[in-house]
């Protein structure tokens, strides 16, 4: 995509939960060509999110969302999706998450590759294993081919306004997190499109930082991942690859 987007075209859509020191280190590794809005979903932070974001947000093109409990991470990233329709008419959303670092290439990769022909969602890939320090993925040189596998990575991944349109939202009811993210890739396959991660896009993941270092939001999390799993199986006839169903059992007849 050689044109540049129109303002409000690109959102930027991320749901945080404390670890604000990572908040700190990925926002200036934000990079694009295209004009963005940057719209931050805090979700009940109690570590000093709440009055940095608040600074963030007298910055133009910046719009801090504070709810008072963690709303989760699918709906997180559905409200913030429809804010940015609502109030911008968004065509491309780029959803991160807070403790990963960008290559400077990475946003403007995505917007390419989710725009192709029957892709519906696009990820970067991580390089946390392949290089020595975090930082080291900002001045990585880029591969000459471009590889596209059928493996999205939701930790950092890019929507179309068509993917929307057509896929819909993420299900709710997984919640706070696990398996909306598979729900999401199956939904995809299901109506013949593709999730793809692409290894021209890069970025460092420091990995799942909200569990690791939040007891409280742990004990939750391990709790939902036993009933997300449950409800999946549920929904699909089956775990992520073993699903049966061509229509989730709430729509069947």
Known sequence: MEKILKEGQLAIVMPVLDCLNYTKQFLPTIRTKHPYKLIIINNGSTDGTANFLDRLGKLEDVIIIHSKENIGCGPGWNYGIKYAIENFDSQFFFIPNNDILLHPEAIDTLIDCVSLPG???????????????????????????????????????????????????????????????????????????????????????????????????????????????????????????????????????
């Open 119 to 253: 892709v519906a969602l696009a990820s970067a890939t991580d390089v946390a294993g392949q290089v020595v320090r975090a930082p080291d993925v900002l001045t990585l040189d880029l591969p000459k081919h471009g590889i596209l596998k059928e493996a999205p990575d939701f930790s950092c991944f890019m929507l179309s306004r068509e993917t929307i349109e057509e896929i819909g939202y993420f299900d709710e009811k997984f919640y706070p997190a696990y398996f909306e993210d598979n729900d999401y890739h199956y939904r995809i396959n299901l109506a013949g499109l593709k999730g793809v991660s692409t290894n021209k896009a890069l970025y460092f993941h420091y990995g799942s930082r909200t569990v690791k270092e939040g007891k409280e939001i742990k004990k939750t999390v391990n709790l939902a991942y036993l009933a997300n799993r449950d409800y999946y199986i549920r929904k699909w006839g089956g775990k992520p690859g073993d699903e049966a169903f061509a229509f989730s059992f709430d729509k069947q007849k």
